[in-house]
C-alpha cells in the first residue's frame, strides 16, 4: 500500500509539473503568435482564449460562405436600433455628403474619407449571411470596399496588431485583430442588396465581418484606429461589448 | 497504458484488508478511476451548457429549417416562452432580462471542456478495452427476450438484482452507445456547424445538416434527447439505489449490502 502511494504521489507530481510547464510554455507560444484575445482574463478566459487560438490557426484565410443570388433574404431584418443622435439626423439631412471615415494610429498618412472617397475605390461584393448572437440570420448582398483597400491607402506601420472601429452611436467601439482586418471578406460597407446601405442596417457606413456574429458588425463606423495594443482603449478588453458582457472574439 | 482500476479485477484483490473484516460491507470494484473522473467532469458541463443554452434559446425562442430565419420569416415552431428581446413577438407583456453575454461564453467555455473530457474517456475507453467489456452487449445479451426484460423490469419498478449490480444489461449498454457515439457528436456538430469560423473553414459541416437554422434546430433536439436521457439516468439510478450507485460513481467501489434494509 505504502508503495503504491508513494509512488502515485510521485507519477502524480511528476505529471502536474509537466502538465504546467507544458500550460506555461503553451501560454507563451500563444502569446507569441497572437492567440491570445484581449478579453483573456476572468473565468471565461479559458474558453475564449481555445476559442480565438483554435480558429486562428484553422480559419485564417477560410472564406465564409457564400451564397446564390437567388439566396437572398426578401426581408432582411434590421436590429433594434439605438435613437438616432441630433448629429447623426444633420448628416442624414445631408444626404451624408458631409459623414467622415477617419483613420489615425499606426500608420503613415493619417486620413479621412468621405462616402464618395471610399466609392472612388474598387466596389467589391459577397452575398453572406448575417447571424445575431441570439440565433437568428439572414443573407443579403453586401457592397463596400475592403477595409484592407483603405489600409493600404494609409500605409499600416509593420507593428500594427489590431484595426479599432468607432461607431456615431455613444459608446459603441470594437476591434479586430489584423488577420481579420486585411481578410478579404471584411468591408467597409456602403450598399446592400443593390442599393445604398439602408441606415437601418448601418448607414451609411458598416463594418462587415462575416465570419464574426452580428454585434461585432458595427454600424455608423466613423473612426479607424491602427493599434498594437488594445490596452489604452477603454477597459482596455477590446471592445465597448466587451464590457458588456459579451465575448471580443465572435466566430463561435 | 493500465489506468488503476478500470480492470474488473477479482473482489478479494481489491480489498483493502482492514475494510474486508467489516461485518455488513462488502466491497467490489465498479468503475475505473478515468470514468469516474470523466463522468463528473461531464456532468458539470452538462448542467453549464443546459442552463446557458436555456438562457441563449430565450432570446430568440423561434426555430427554422433551411439556412435563414428571423422574427420576419415563419418559424417551424416557436415555444411558448417568453424572450429576452422586445423585438421577438411572444406573446407575453414583458421581456425578460439579457444573459446572453455570459451565457455565451459558459457555453462554449463548458463545451471545449466537455469535448476534452469526452476526447479523453473516448481515447483511453479504446485502448483499455472499456466498450468492448462494458458496453459492447455480448452475442448471449442480445436477443430480444433480454431486451424486453430490461425494459419492463424498471417500469414494475423492481430493483435490479445483485448480479446486475456488477454489470449493465443490453438496454443500459446499448443507450449508452447511443448517447455516447450518436448523441454526444451530433450536439458538438450542430454546435460548430453555427460557428461562423468554423464554417468558413468547414462548409460542408453546415450544408450536411441543411443549413444553419437546421443546425440550430438539430442541436435543440438532440440537447432535448440528451436531457430526456438525463432523467431516465437518474431514474435508474434512483430504482437501483441512488447511494449505493452514486457512490459507486465517486469512490469506484459499490457497497452490496442491502440497502434500508
Known sequence: MINLSRRKLLVS??????????????????????????????????????????????????????FSRSQISPRPFPNELAPLTEEFKRLQAGRFADWRLSVDGLV?????????????????????ELACEEGWSYIAEWIGVPLSHVLNVVGVHPQAKYVVYTSMEPDTWDSIDMADALHPQTFLCYGMNGSELPVA????????????????????????TVTDSLKRFGKGLGSAACEAGYAWYTGI | MAIPGSVQLPAEICIPSAVSSAPVTKLAPRHSALVRFTHWITTICFFALLLTGIEIVISHPRFYWGETGTVLTKPLFQLPIPSSRRLVPTGYGYVLPDQNGWSRALHFEAAWIAVLTGLLYVVSGLLT??????????????????????????????????????????LQRLTYLFVIFVLF?????????????????????????????????????????????????????????????????????????????
Open chain 1, 13 to 66: 507530481g511528476l505529471a502536474a509539473t509537466a502538465g504546467a510547464s507544458g500550460l506555461a510554455v503553451a501560454a507563451r507560444l500563444a502569446q507569441k503568435y497572437g492567440l491570445v484575445p484581449p478579453d483573456h482574463g476572468g473565468i471565461y478566459g479559458l474558453g475564449e482564449t481555445l476559442t480565438y487560438a483554435s480558429q486562428r490557426l484553422l480559419t485564417r484565410h477560410s472564406l465564409a460562405r457564400e
Open chain 2, 129 to 170: 478495452g472499456h466498450f468492448r467489456k462494458n458496453l459492447l452487449p455480448s452475442n448471449a445479451d442480445f436477443s430480444w427476450r433480454a431486451l424486453l426484460t430490461s425494459f419492463t423490469k424498471p417500469l414494475r419498478f423492481e430493483r435490479p438484482s445483485e448480479a446486475e449490480a456488477s454489470s449493465y444489461n443490453v
Open chain 1, 108 to 128: 503613415a498618412e493619417p486620413a479621412s474619407f468621405s462616402i464618395a472617397d471610399l466609392k472612388s475605390y474598387p466596389s467589391r461584393s459577397h452575398i453572406t
Open chain 2, 185 to 261: 457528436p451530433l450536439v458538438i456538430w450542430s454546435g460548430l456547424a453555427m460557428s461562423l469560423g468554423f464554417a468558413s473553414a468547414f462548409p460542408w459541416s453546415v450544408t450536411l445538416l441543411g443549413g444553419r437554422q437546421s443546425a440550430r434546430t438539430i442541436h435543440f433536439f438532440v440537447s432535448l434527447a440528451l436531457v430526456l436521457f438525463l432523467f431516465v439516468h437518474v431514474a435508474m439510478v434512483c430504482l437501483a439505489g441512488f447511494w449505493n450507485r452514486t457512490g459507486a460513481m465517486i469512490t469506484g467501489r459499490t457497497a452490496t449490502r442491502k440497502e434500508h434494509a
Open chain 1, 201 to 224: 442596417h448601418g448607414g451609411p457606413l458598416r463594418i462587415r465581418l462575416p465570419r464574426q456574429i452580428g454585434y461585432k458588425n458595427i454600424k455608423f463606423i466613423t473612426r479607424l
